[in-house]
């Protein structure tokens, strides 16, 4: 977030004494001015929210600047970058100091966003507006490439990397073009999605967590031992190949279970891809060796199967269980699913299915 801020107040200041609010900023219908004002409000009301962990509704309050607009002794611009750094310096502590666990409220698309989420959203506010504020004065902006990979690898799982982390994040959100892809016209970021389930949490792991665990990194969880296990690996490596070709859908990739009591990660469940258009989906699942058997693996793949059969794109979901792994077939079977065929060399392998 500092760098972000910085990289906006490095570019603007130079600029602080021409008329911010009698100019448009790009392509927004938004003056100069009033675009400053809301990085500013964006970010002190992200850091309300995440500070106060408010659960089902923006917090009720905004952000004023000194005296009247247009006025004698209305802050000035120099004064509106002043506030931006102080508010991005409000965020970072309240990212900085909440718990791994922390979660508020934030409507795109699953209604709460996490500390790392609400730092991407606020990083995300200052470049993108920075450069609609410096499109507008025609003054030069070049958005530093790590702080844009860093939004786009959090809050837009669904867009495919390109070779400018910048240019594609300017592309993500109508401004810019891409070789080979169609403008954008309509767009949203979208944190991670989070299902209780009895004593767990499933938490969606977003693209750069999914690379993270696949190169024997922890993914920003705290394991109990032995975590992650091979599985885990193996499907978040999964999930960052979907991200790298363009084709991962966050709501259908891979979840780190996560046990309440002490915010332990004790396993993975997820998808093997998206429905097909049969609405078929199938789900896999491992969980560290010191966590087994004590119910946690029936207990999330009940709530991850009520809620994908929830949806109207999912009629049926499918698991297959090595023969021999008495444990897993428990599993499934606990959970409603049933056994419809064998798979592989001599029937190797069970199939269940479950449906709506």
């Given at each position: 977030?500092?760098?972000?801020?910085?990289?906006?107040?490095?570019?603007?200041?130079?600029?602080?004494?021409?008329?911010?609010?009698?100019?448009?900023?790009?392509?927004?219908?938004?003056?100069?001015?009033?675009?400053?004002?809301?990085?500013?409000?964006?970010?002190?009301?992200?850091?309300?929210?995440?500070?106060?962990?408010?659960?089902?509704?923006?917090?009720?309050?905004?952000?004023?600047?000194?005296?009247?607009?247009?006025?004698?002794?209305?802050?000035?611009?120099?004064?509106?970058?002043?506030?931006?750094?102080?508010?991005?310096?409000?965020?970072?502590?309240?990212?900085?100091?909440?718990?791994?666990?922390?979660?508020?409220?934030?409507?795109?698309?699953?209604?709460?966003?996490?500390?790392?989420?609400?730092?991407?959203?606020?990083?995300?506010?200052?470049?993108?507006?920075?450069?609609?504020?410096?499109?507008?004065?025609?003054?030069?902006?070049?958005?530093?490439?790590?702080?844009?990979?860093?939004?786009?690898?959090?809050?837009?799982?669904?867009?495919?990397?390109?070779?400018?982390?910048?240019?594609?994040?300017?592309?993500?959100?109508?401004?810019?073009?891409?070789?080979?892809?169609?403008?954008?016209?309509?767009?949203?970021?979208?944190?991670?999605?989070v299902l209780p389930a009895g004593r767990l949490t499933l938490e969606g792991v977003t693209p750069a967590a999914a690379a993270d665990l696949a190169a024997d990194g922890d993914g920003g969880f705290a394991w109990a031992e032995g975590g992650p296990f091979e599985g885990t690996r193996?499907?978040?490596?999964?999930?960052?190949?979907?991200?790298?070709?363009?084709?991962?859908?966050?709501?259908?990739?891979?979840?780190?279970?996560?046990?309440a009591e002490d915010d332990r990660a004790i396993g993975g469940m997820g998808f093997h891809g998206a429905p097909d258009e049969d609405g078929r989906a199938e789900i896999g699942y491992d969980l560290t060796e010191s966590a087994r058997g004590h119910g946690y693996a029936t207990e999330?793949?009940?709530?991850?199967?009520?809620?994908?059969?929830?949806?109207?794109?999912?009629?049926?979901?499918?698991?297959?269980?090595?023969?021999?792994?008495?444990?897993?077939?428990?599993?499934?079977?606990?959970?409603?699913?049933?056994?419809?065929?064998?798979?592989?060399?001599?029937?190797?392998?069970?199939?269940?299915?479950?449906?709506?």
């Amino acid at each position: 977030m500092g760098d972000a801020v910085a990289s906006c107040a490095s570019a603007l200041r130079p600029a602080v004494d021409r008329d911010w609010e009698g100019v448009a900023a790009g392509g927004l219908e938004w003056s100069c001015r009033r675009t400053a004002e809301h990085i500013a409000g964006d970010l002190i009301a992200y850091a309300g929210q995440l500070a106060g962990r408010v659960r089902d509704r923006y917090a009720p309050f905004e952000i004023v600047l000194d005296g009247p607009a247009g006025g004698p002794d209305a802050a000035g611009n120099a004064d509106v970058l002043e506030v931006i750094e102080t508010t991005g310096a409000l965020l970072t502590a309240a990212a900085r100091t909440a718990p791994r666990s922390a979660r508020a409220f934030h409507p795109y698309p699953f209604r709460s966003a996490d500390r790392v989420g609400f730092a991407a959203m606020g990083v995300a506010e200052v470049l993108l507006h920075t450069h609609d504020i410096a499109e507008g004065l025609g003054l030069p902006y070049e958005a530093p490439a790590p702080l844009a990979e860093f939004v786009l690898t959090r809050i837009f799982p669904h867009v495919q990397p390109g070779p400018d982390h910048w240019r594609t994040l300017l592309w993500a959100t109508g401004r810019g073009e891409l070789p080979g892809r169609a403008p954008v016209t309509e767009w949203r970021w979208s944190n991670n999605l989070v299902l209780p389930a009895g004593r767990l949490t499933l938490e969606g792991v977003t693209p750069a967590a999914a690379a993270d665990l696949a190169a024997d990194g922890d993914g920003g969880f705290a394991w109990a031992e032995g975590g992650p296990f091979e599985g885990t690996r193996e499907a978040a490596g999964m999930t960052a190949k979907a991200y790298q070709e363009g084709v991962h859908r966050p709501e259908f990739g891979l979840f780190v279970l996560v046990r309440a009591e002490d915010d332990r990660a004790i396993g993975g469940m997820g998808f093997h891809g998206a429905p097909d258009e049969d609405g078929r989906a199938e789900i896999g699942y491992d969980l560290t060796e010191s966590a087994r058997g004590h119910g946690y693996a029936t207990e999330a793949l009940r709530a991850l199967a009520a809620w994908a059969l929830a949806r109207q794109d999912v009629t049926s979901l499918f698991a297959t269980v090595d023969r021999d792994n008495a444990p897993s077939r428990g599993v499934v079977e606990r959970a409603g699913f049933r056994r419809v065929s064998e798979e592989g060399e001599d029937g190797a392998q069970f199939a269940y299915e479950l449906r709506s």
